[in-house]
């Protein structure tokens, strides 16, 4: 049977798919962010890592959903999705494959499970799913897994509520254990973390917020799940409610997660940056060394 | 139902009076949304690269196709993102604007804070804005 192996948690603000794009990866500003991908990206080319299927929880930035369609929770269930031009051109990066048996069955499986999903075949994906990609797997010329976009609406208020998105992930959990083909599946939960991207309070971090969500994460999601929307955006900011989809990802881990890597960085353009690899107590591998890493000015707030 | 526990149902009369209580932000409400429908998606257009280039060669011009409110058409042509924020626009539609316009994220954020890119982008590096004092209104914390 398949089974959700591995959460792993990513940012994907977009500015990373530029500093890909022009060459500055390396420098001053960006060095540190992608020396702090480079562990998960060694970890997820190492045997037994590499996932068969992604389920990519993200949300849609206003680029395959207009202000004419507004779905709450969606799932791509076709072959193969391509970057969407936003304004710039599309991402030079290869399609997304799907896996349309797996997503297929996701979405029965969750209308079934009282998540009345809506389900889209001909969809382009934004940065907020094509830049986890890059992060994790570099620069390949296709995808090394196949990936089934779930793109989440944070954007149009009131999102879904932590609560229901942790209990989503649970119903995604169940709905890959009764797929019968025997299948390395993720599920990764995107976006964050704190940030604010309009008005006077644009700029906003909160690295106190920050941590304490990532060590809820680990240890008591189901407390974590039940924070309002009305604290997100007073402590994370008006965009650091995108933290609601890495519940999704931790809902489909079940009860118990050993956290076997976390980054934090301030800043990556307006965005505290969060990266983490957790997996299932009881299948879990070993941690890597270093196991937390902190950089950019989260570090110099760790010193005091 | 009458054996299963009655839900908690949130207000929703309160749960949006309380977005109104955070300085310096307005969060995309149906209200907003309404309000906004056309400039947003006016910003949507600019996904595709022919209707950039017609918007770049006049954009007073191609203005004029979209249903805008003259305050809307303003706050556009004068990249005031805070206006076109007022006038329902919503961040990630107006980002296809700002990109058409070869800027950033960082440098359309900043733009909206009363502080030049330079001193922004400086913030930023210095950990963010601090949450002291910009999490509620009424309470001051």
């Excluded at chain 1, 399609?95 to 001909?122: K, T």
């Excluded at chain 2, 993102?81 to 994220?105: H, P, R, W």
Aim: hydrophobic share 40%; charged share 20%.
């Amino acid at each position: 049977m398949a089974r959700v192996t591995t959460g792993i948690t990513s940012s994907h603000i977009p500015a990373l798919g530029a500093a890909i794009q022009t060459g500055t990866k390396g420098n001053d500003y960006w060095g540190p962010v992608f020396d702090g991908y480079e562990p998960i990206k060694k970890w997820i080319y190492e045997p037994g890592n590499m996932p068969d299927v992604i389920v990519l929880v993200y949300n849609d930035h206003a680029t395959a959903f207009d202000m004419n369609v507004i779905p709450t929770f969606s799932i791509g269930c076709a072959e193969s999705f391509a970057p969407a031009d936003e304004g710039w051109g599309p991402r030079p990066v290869p399609d997304v494959i799907g896996h349309p048996d797996l997503a297929w069955h996701i979405a029965q499986s969750l209308i079934l499970d009282d998540f009345d999903m809506c389900i889209f075949n001909d969809m382009k994906v934004d940065h907020g799913c094509t830049v986890p990609l890059s992060m994790v797997f570099g620069e390949p010329s296709e995808w090394p897994c196949k990936v089934i976009p779930f793109p989440v609406n944070v954007v149009t208020y009131p999102p879904p509520s932590g609560r229901r998105c942790f209990n989503l992930g649970d119903s995604i959990k169940a709905a890959v254990e009764s797929f019968p083909e025997d299948l390395n599946v993720h599920v990764w939960g995107t976006g964050g973390m704190s940030h604010q991207l309009q008005g006077p309070r644009a700029g906003l971090i909160n690295k106190e917020f920050d941590l304490n969500f990532i060590d809820m994460l680990i240890k008591d999601p189901e407390t974590l799940s039940r924070m309002p929307h009305i604290q997100y955006l007073r402590e994370a900011g008006s965009e650091g409610i995108e933290l609601v989809m890495w519940l999704i990802m931790r809902g489909a881990l079940g009860d118990k997660v050993r956290d076997l890597y976390t980054f934090y960085h301030i800043p990556a353009s307006n965005t505290a940056l969060g990266a983490m690899i957790l997996q299932p107590e009881e299948t879990a591998g070993e941690p890597l060394n270093p196991r937390v890493v902190h950089s950019g000015h989260s570090l110099a707030a760790a010193a005091e | 139902m009458s054996d299963e526990k009655k839900k908690e149902r949130i207000d929703i009369h309160a749960y949006l009076a309380e977005f109104d209580d955070i300085p310096g932000t307005r969060v995309f409400t149906a209200q907003r949304a309404r309000k906004g429908y056309w400039l947003n998606q006016f910003a949507m257009s600019l996904m595709k690269e022919e209707n950039r280039q017609k918007f770049k060669e006049d954009n007073a011009a191609y203005l004029e196709n979209w249903n805008l409110t003259d305050a809307a058409k303003k706050a556009v042509l004068a990249r005031d993102y805070n206006a076109m924020i007022d006038e329902g626009g919503n961040v990630y539609f107006l980002s296809k604007l700002f990109s058409a316009d070869g800027q950033s994220f960082q440098t359309a954020a900043g733009s909206m804070t009363g502080m030049t890119p330079e001193e922004y982008a400086q913030m930023m590096i210095n950990g963010g804005r601090s949450p002291e004092g910009v999490r509620s209104i009424k309470e001051k914390y």
